[in-house]
T-cell receptor, first 117, second 112 residues
Framework: GAGVSQTPSNKVTEKGKYVELRCDPI?????LYWYRQSLGQGPEFLIY????????DSGLPNDRFFAVRPEGSVSTLKIQRTERGDSAVYLC???????????????FGPGTRLTVL | DAKTTQPPSMDCAEGRAANLPCNHS???????VYWYRQIHSQGPQYIIH???NNETNEMASLIITEDRKSSTLILPHATLRDTAVYYC?????????????FGQGTTLQVKP
């Protein structure tokens, strides 16, 4: 079956512009995560959705970053007034959360490489 | 979540076993040990997880010490395709968030 997909694969923008990054999780996965990965570093957690609601947004660096998941499937990460420091690979992952309340393994997409000039 | 310590890099000969260590001395009783890997230009991929017993699946084996303060991921017959960054992560399996906290990982280079 299809895995997690992310669009676009690459995005180049200018400082100060607004960008939207899209994630299509695996069908039926209720949990969705966004991570950011800078060059040479491990992925850094940004936000976690369980269904439509953001259950944990403790990783969002500031109020320029916002994410939505209005119907509990596709999610969009939105970045306002982009800065050069926002340049990174943005990764999306999805997983099942079982009826026992246990989190299952996360399946990651290929990422969107964002470059802010 | 507990912090993990891994060597920054390791080499392994193709066809030999790769043994990747991880220290997690502050792990709590309900935290699991997870391993993910990231091949160049791809998203991370789940490998295996365990609580206290040794685990094996089609990809790897996970050996956890009796005091749970360290573990070893074993790739029994490493291939060139196993060249990747390997991340050891400890976290609870339930709670308010399932987020993963990645460290720097170990870059495994499998050589022919």
């Amino acid at each position: 079956g299809a895995g997690v997909s992310q669009t676009p694969s690459n995005k180049v923008t200018e400082k100060g512009k607004y960008v939207e990054l899209r994630c299509d999780p695996i069908s039926g996965h209720t949990a969705l995560y966004w991570y950011r990965q800078s060059l040479g570093q491990g992925p850094e957690f940004l936000i976690y959705f369980q269904g439509t609601g953001a259950a944990d947004d403790s990783g969002l660096p500031n109020d320029r970053f916002f994410a939505v998941r209005p119907e509990g499937s596709v999610s969009t990460l939105k970045i306002q007034r982009t800065e050069r420091g926002d340049s990174a690979v943005y990764l999306c992952a999805s997983s099942l959360k079982g009826t026992s309340g246990f989190y299952n393994e996360q399946f990651f997409g290929p990422g969107t490489r964002l470059t802010v000039l | 979540d507990a912090k993990t310590t891994q060597p920054p890099s390791m080499d392994c000969a193709e066809g030999r076993a790769a043994n990747l260590p991880c220290n997690h001395s502050t792990i709590s009783g309900n935290e699991y040990v997870y391993w993910y890997r990231q091949i160049h230009s791809q998203g991370p991929q789940y490998i295996i997880h365990g609580l206290k017993n040794n685990e094996t699946n089609e990809m790897a084996s996970l050996i956890i010490t009796e005091d749970r303060k360290s573990s070893t991921l074993i790739l029994p017959h490493a291939t060139l395709r196993d060249t990747a960054v390997y991340y050891c992560i400890v976290r609870f399996r339930s709670g308010n968030t399932g987020k993963l906290i990645f460290g720097q990982g170990t870059t495994l280079q499998v050589k022919p």
